[in-house]
């Protein structure tokens, strides 16, 4: 970020030494006939002595400080930081929670939207929780990471469920309604290397996870797991 804030800053500088030598004319002459001599360091040391030149650094630096000062600086630096962020979230998924354990024979999860609004997330988060199921968003609320996460903060604190933010996942399962209940065989957390859908079963709609799983005991491809989930959330 700051080596991004330090190279605009050189480039404003720059742009400003264009605009400063359009204004006093002699300016470029001078520059074009010193830097054709050999001695360049005297060149500099005659340029740096030119009153012009002194007074185009001193205007320079008023604009500079101007700029560091402005509202839309300020409002450029916020974007950049938020930018930073969500391409941070991207890489790691997104701090909010950790990606699907390979170590379990089955992963529960739930497909969520911002769609649905903070009181139905909230049930869902909390029935995720009492289930051990992951939840997945398709993207940031409105393109945002900042927005995502102030959206999700009183969920998180309220149930203890976090989320996780993974597009391919919802291509991975054709997920196009949502909530959707989504009993899978474990698969591949590295995006590159999900070679293909992994054996499961599903159901859409707003239903309790508790619902979904015994729907999948009697009639899904992955009866024994569902049951197995089911006596597990039993005895909690």
Not at 107 to 133: H, M, P, R, Y
Not at 145 to 174: M, N, R, S, V
């Amino acid at each position: 970020m700051l080596c991004a804030l330090a190279l605009s800053l050189f480039f404003f500088s720059f742009s400003e030494l264009g605009v400063a030598c359009s204004q006093h004319r002699s300016c470029p002459a001078r520059l074009q006939e010193q830097f054709s001599t050999e001695d360049s360091l005297k060149v500099v040391e005659a340029i740096q002595k030119d009153k012009e030149f002194q007074a185009f650094l001193s205007e320079s630096s008023k604009q500079k400080d101007a700029v560091l000062e402005s509202k839309e600086f300020h409002d450029v630096v916020a974007i950049l930081q938020e930018q930073a962020l969500q391409a941070q979230a991207h890489r790691v998924q997104t701090p909010l929670q950790s990606s699907p354990s390979k170590s379990k024979p089955v992963e529960l999860t739930l497909f969520v939207s911002f769609s649905l609004g903070e009181k139905a997330l909230l049930n869902i988060a909390q029935d995720a929780k009492k289930w051990n199921a992951t939840l997945v968003l398709r993207g940031f609320k409105e393109g945002s990471y900042i927005k995502t996460a102030k959206a999700l903060q009183k969920i998180i604190q309220k149930t203890g469920q976090g989320f996780i933010i993974d597009p391919e996942l919802f291509t991975l399962f054709a997920i196009q309604v949502v909530p959707t209940f989504v009993l899978s065989k474990p698969f591949q957390l590295n995006a590159s290397e999900r070679m293909q859908t992994p054996l499961h079963d599903r159901i859409q709609g707003h239903v309790s996870a508790q619902y979904a799983l015994e729907t999948f005991a009697k009639e899904g491809d992955l009866k024994d797991e569902a049951k197995s989930l089911l006596l597990t959330g039993e005895t909690k």
